[in-house]
Every structure is written in structure tokens, then in C-alpha cells.
T-cell receptor, first 110, second 116 residues
Framework: KNQVEQSPQSLIILEGKNCTLQ??????????LRWYKQDTGRGPVSLTI?????NTKSNGRYTATLDADTKQSSLHITASQLSDSASYIC?????????FGAGTILRVKS | DGGITQSPKYLFRKEGQNVTLSCEQN?????MYWYRQDPGQGLRLIYY???????QKGDIAEGYSVSREKKESFPLTVTSAQKNPTAFYLC???????????????FGPGTRLTVL
């Protein structure tokens, strides 16, 4: 069964600290992996997209990594800001279908 | 949210009533999608359309209906047959690749539907 598991379910960090969110998937065949940011009550916004041959992709303070052998991805946030408080969703594409993780809820405190 | 609008933002419905959620995009995208989001779960695909006058069922189409009469519009009707309609509904659009619909999807701001 195609599944995307994200951890932790929720996370609280202090402003200025770094954090790493995890995504494990059992999706096959694999086309690409995306990370989305979803603010409360809003639609998700794409942060990064990685294909099978890409190990890392950055977007400002966001850096995503992909290990296609172990089927794991991570999203690292550097020097967190209050505006980073959101849900982060990992999405894997397979055979023209998107499989969504449940997301990690991040709260950045001042 | 890009060029995708959804209305209304909040919607209340009595049991037994049908209700239609609006989704409009000005991105000139061929493909459009409807998802349902419930707490603690990933987004689930209800319906999608790759081209005008054509649409396909997603994973949870029962109790829902759609139409695609115009490229810009993809309304979703939640019928009384949907047993648990209270949820956050998201519309998205993307360009259409030759092989399918795997290009980056751009999401609207969502509609929160509550059944009273």
C-alpha cells in the first residue's frame, strides 16, 4: 500500500532555533517528492520538489533532502521565525497520483 | 494561494441539503482537483479534471459531484448522500503533462464546511 508517514506529529521550538522534519514513504514507483507549507486555514504552498536523482534542494532557510534508497526525506529549517509556524506536508508522486502525508505541525515560540 | 479562489470561506449546511463549493482559477491551467482534508490525515482526492468537459473520480468520490464546463471553473457539490461532509475542502490546479497530472499543484485558500 502506498503510504507517506511523517514525524513528529507536532513540534514546538524557540525562535531562532533549527529543526528537522522527517518523511518516510513506501510509495512505488517513485516519480518525485514535494514538501508543502500550509498555514492554518489556508491552502498548501509548494516549498521544494525533488526527483529520484536529487539528494538535496534548498529554498531560502528550507533545505530538503532525499534518500531514495531508504525512501526517506527530511526538511531542515534554519534559524526559525515565528512565520514558520505552520503544517508541513510531504507529498510523493507515483504513476500520476499524489500520496499525501498527514503533516507535521510546527509551532515557533518567541 | 496564487490565482485560485474558493468561495465561500466558511459554509454551514443542514443535514439532507446539497451544497456547492466554488473554485475559480486564472492561471490558464488545464487540470483541476478537489481534495478533502480532515484532522490528522493527509489530503484525499475527491475528483479531478484534466480538460474541459471531462473529469474522473478520485479516492473518495462517493457523495460528491463535479462539473467542468469552463477551463477556469470546477465547482464541487456535496450531496446529502455524503455521510460525513464536515471537513476542509481544497481546490487545486496544475498544468497538464503529456503523461498525466503530476505537475506542481497550486492550491486555493479552502472552504470549511460544517454540517449542523
Amino acid at each position: 500500500k502506498n503510504q507517506v508517514e511523517q514525524s513528529p506529529q507536532s513540534l514546538i521550538i524557540l525562535e531562532g532555533k533549527n529543526c528537522t522534519l522527517q518523511c518516510n514513504y513506501t510509495v512505488s514507483p517513485f516519480s518525485n517528492l514535494r514538501w508543502y507549507k500550509q498555514d492554518t486555514g489556508r491552502g498548501p504552498v509548494s516549498l521544494t520538489i525533488m526527483t529520484f536523482s536529487e539528494n538535496t534542494k534548498s529554498n531560502g532557510r528550507y533545505t530538503a533532502t532525499l534518500d531514495a534508497d531508504t525512501k526517506q526525506s527530511s526538511l531542515h529549517i534554519t534559524a526559525s521565525q515565528l512565520s514558520d509556524s505552520a503544517s508541513y506536508i510531504c507529498v510523493v508522486t507515483t504513476e500520476n497520483k499524489l500520496v499525501f502525508g498527514a503533516g507535521t505541525i510546527l509551532r515557533v515560540k518567541s | 494561494d496564487g490565482g485560485i479562489t474558493q468561495s465561500p470561506k466558511y459554509l454551514f449546511r443542514k443535514e439532507g441539503q446539497n451544497v456547492t463549493l466554488s473554485c475559480e482559477q486564472n492561471l490558464n491551467h488545464d487540470a483541476m482537483y478537489w481534495y478533502r482534508q480532515d484532522p490528522g490525515q493527509g489530503l484525499r482526492l475527491i475528483y479531478y479534471s484534466q480538460i474541459v468537459n471531462d473529469f474522473q473520480k478520485g479516492d473518495i468520490a462517493e457523495g460528491y459531484s463535479v462539473s467542468r464546463e469552463k477551463k477556469e471553473s470546477f465547482p464541487l457539490t456535496v450531496t446529502s448522500a455524503q455521510k460525513n461532509p464536515t471537513a476542509f475542502y481544497l481546490c487545486a490546479s496544475s498544468t497538464r503533462t503529456s503523461g498525466g497530472v503530476t505537475d506542481t499543484q497550486y492550491f486555493g485558500p479552502g472552504t470549511r464546511l460544517t454540517v449542523l
